[in-house]
């Protein structure tokens, strides 16, 4: 049996590059062979994953994994992750000390993960848009090694302010809510930006939650206020947290209506303005955890 093993040489400040050999020699305990590649570009990566017939064990963070779920039609895939915050490893349990999460390649279960699409773009946990969701995709690659997640905290501090104000209209499996917000995200895992803001959620469960900041159109200081500090409270307590300005949905099937010029962040990268449309799609991709 043959597993092919492809990692982002510039990922976890370039720490898989030089554990390549390591890994290697591990994965042989369980394959006959072992391709090892250092991809060049998403697009090589994307292309590889595409073509491959045997099992794929990758390394990388988040917008690794995103990559590889785009071109994952099949097959059975291993994760290491090796990026500045692992969100998806944190959904999945997959632990974040490589040593840890090879065992699991060896020895872990395939089972099969529901993620997102919206349109032609598939991602594994989170859509968002508003505050501090820029930080995400904008945050220079150099300070991300530099600072690890601090860098994206230091970043939205510093750009995120004041925050910005837009309307929704969300339907949610057929029931409409409208509402001005500062932030929402749609979500299929558990972590983003390394909290714990959906604990309860799986990503095997065929349902995902969205969360919404509300917030007056025009608000005064104390309502300005009212939505740092739950912004604060959905990070640190999770997306059920009892609040008024908080509100949390569950569905399989979202469209929210939006000011054109909002940018949504799909798993960290940046992706689409405007309306969008995400639904949940169902057992997509077999990886071992």
């Known amino acids: 049996m043959k597993c092919l093993f492809l990692y982002n040489p510039q990922s976890g400040k ?30 090589d990566l994307r292309d590889r994953v595409k073509h491959a017939a045997c099992d794929v064990v990758f390394a990388g ?8 779920l785009q071109a994952a039609q099949g097959g059975r895939f291993g994760y290491l992750p090796s990026g500045t915050v692992n969100d998806v490893a944190r959904s999945l349990g997959i632990p974040r000390d490589l040593k840890r ?9 395939p089972v099969r993960i529901d ?5 032609g773009c598939y991602s594994a946990y989170v859509a968002a848009a508003g505050a501090f969701t820029q930080s995400t995709y904008e945050t220079p ?22 925050l910005r104000v837009f309307p929704l209209k969300i339907v949610c499996d057929g029931a409409e ?12 895992g558990r972590s983003v930006a390394g909290f714990p803001v959906n604990k309860e959620a799986s990503m ?18 104390l309502r300005r206020a009212a939505a740092v500090f739950s912004l604060g409270a959905v990070f640190l307590c999770g997306v059920r947290v009892k609040r008024k300005d908080v509100l949390f949905l569950q569905g399989s099937k979202i469209k929210i209506e939006t000011e054109e010029d909002l ?15 995400i639904e949940l799609v169902k057992n997509h991709m077999k990886i071992f955890i």
């Not at 993620?115 to 349109?119: E, F, I, L, R």
């Not at 095997?204 to 200081?221: C, H, M, N, Y």
């Not at 962040?265 to 940046?270: F, R, V």
Request: aromatic share 6%.
């Open 141 to 162: 690659q150099a300070r991300k090694k530099a600072l690890g997640p601090l860098a994206y905290a230091l970043y939205g501090l510093r750009h995120g302010f004041p």
């Open 263 to 277: 940018v949504w962040d799909l798993d960290g990268e940046k992706g689409p303005l405007g309306n969008i449309g």
């Open 115 to 119: 993620c997102m699409k919206t349109g």
């Open 177 to 188: 809510t409208q509402t001005d917000a500062v932030l929402v995200l749609v979500l299929n």
């Open 14 to 43: 370039g720490k898989i590059a030089k554990k390549a050999p390591m890994i290697e020699r591990t994965l042989l305990k369980k394959y006959d062979e072992v391709e090892t590649v250092a991809t060049k570009s998403a697009e």
């Open 204 to 221: 095997r469960d065929g349902k995902l939650e969205v969360a919404v900041i509300k917030q007056a159109k025009k608000p005064a200081f």
């Open 101 to 109: 999460a090879l065992k699991v390649v060896l020895k872990g279960k």
């Open 61 to 68: 963070g988040d917008g690794t994994f995103h990559t590889v």
